[in-house]
């Protein structure tokens, strides 16, 4: 629905401004995200803060979820990218997300914002955005869809241990994780993965 | 050896600036081990970059690894607080490492500079400080300890689980990850860890 409006808005011309408020509503999503977090972050104050109309943010973003994506910009829609996980059920869970995981990082396009994103983790705000980005709508769901008792506490197991490659592999560049290969790295991880997924508890 | 050099110059009181001389080579030592890595930085090109001659870097600071301990200005001596993980053999080895970990990181004394550390990882430098603190001075001599097969490959995993946990628990502060008891991390985290030290490689 937001797109047909956009559209409509977009044909008539009404904006000439376009690129210059689309900067303006990122450059505020980013910044409120950052400080306010995810839940604590309004459309219509990414709206105000931008000084624009509301409905505006809505036309250009579509959904708070968009915006939020967009804010980060990241390439990769984590919503598209992790359905073949969660869909085959949480066997072999483990080995699939990491599959997507090794992909999406392996994948310069998509490795370079990611890693700018991460490397804000020594900020406040940066923290926020790992926490809600990576956490809510990248593990969450995917915790939600494979049905996981204590959902939370494993995906959280999960995550640690996906952060940890990312800090060895692509940003302190630990030999010899950097020259494995992607096949390598899944199949090394996939066992500690899938316990997390639904091993034992303490 | 050196500690009885320094015991004498000190009586002596030849070096009134001694603080001064401490930090200028501390400084010194920390750019170069940056720069340069440990294996590439000499106590002698310490001692040139701080003006001083080489015996009185040897003289402060006893060999290079006392150097680069004291240059990372951390408060744990890993040689002495990792003692008893290698000395009870491999089985159990992941746990009581996991336990010397989260004793470090949550006394507030240690963590305190280990995150300081941790926040320079962002920069080259500190991605250097990091290869070499942490994997050649702190997991590379347990692995070698244990005896392990395929030593360097495995204690990377570990440190990628370590590194995670890091980062989790004690930078981007993940629930339920940070509410959770010591022991109740370490046996959530102890099979993992036993695995990468033990298991199977693919």
Redesign the interface.
Known sequence: MSGAVGGAAARRGRRPGAPDTRAAILGAARELFAASGYAGTTMRAVAASAGVDAALVHHYFGTKDDLFLAALQVRVDPRTALLPVAEGGVGGAGERLLGVFVDVWDDEESRLPLLALF?G??EPGG?QL??DGF?RMVLGPVGAALGLDHA??RM??V???????V???Y???????VSMSGD?LV???A??LQ??LD?P??
């Open positions: 490397r983790i020594t923290q790992v926490r956490l939370d506490r959280a197991l995550a640690s241990q996906l952060v940890g490659i800090v060895l592999r940003v302190v560049l630990v030999e010899p994780l390598e199949a090394s991880y066992p500690a316990r997390f091993g508890l303490p």
